[in-house]
């Protein structure tokens, strides 16, 4: 079994960059694909990033290109999510998954029945 534990979301005003942490344990981290998704209210959680379980490839919904960039650290069990240029409505709770490894792809990363294990999210709020 494996528990995450996201943390680093908070209150920032628009244009200001926040970084989001994913920490696991349990089992190694670098046997798996890890994502970031989110969930505003009222509204289905959506995917934000994937990045395979080497850290080599990446994906991000479009809403967040070049804003946001995934990275991992497996020696340290740790996910991250560096976000720049906030927006309002970037303000969601975020999630940290893990799936299996494997070629990152749109369909399956993408897909909240992909992932074996979520953690219990950070608030991100961005003021306008």
């Known amino acids: 079994q494996v528990q995450l534990v996201e943390s680093g979301g908070g209150l920032v005003q628009a244009g200001g960059s926040l970084r989001l942490s994913c920490a696991a344990s349990?089992?190694?981290?670098?046997?798996?694909?890890a994502s970031w998704f989110r969930q505003a209210p009222g509204k289905e959680r959506e995917f934000v990033a994937a990045?395979?379980?080497?850290?080599?490839?990446?994906i991000y919904a479009d809403s967040v290109k070049g804003r946001f960039a995934i990275s991992r650290d497996n020696a340290k069990n740790t996910a991250y999510l560096q976000m720049n240029s906030l927006r309002p409505e970037d303000t969601a709770v975020y999630y940290c998954?893990?799936?299996?490894?494997?070629?990152?792809?749109?369909?399956?990363?993408?897909?909240?029945?992909?992932?074996?294990?979520w953690g219990q999210g950070t608030q991100v709020t961005v003021s306008s």
């Open positions: 349990g089992r190694a981290m670098s046997s798996y694909t």
């Open positions: 998954a893990l799936g299996p490894r494997g070629m990152l792809t749109a369909q399956t990363t993408g897909s909240i029945g992909f992932y074996n294990y």
């Open positions: 990045i395979s379980n080497g850290g080599v490839s990446t």
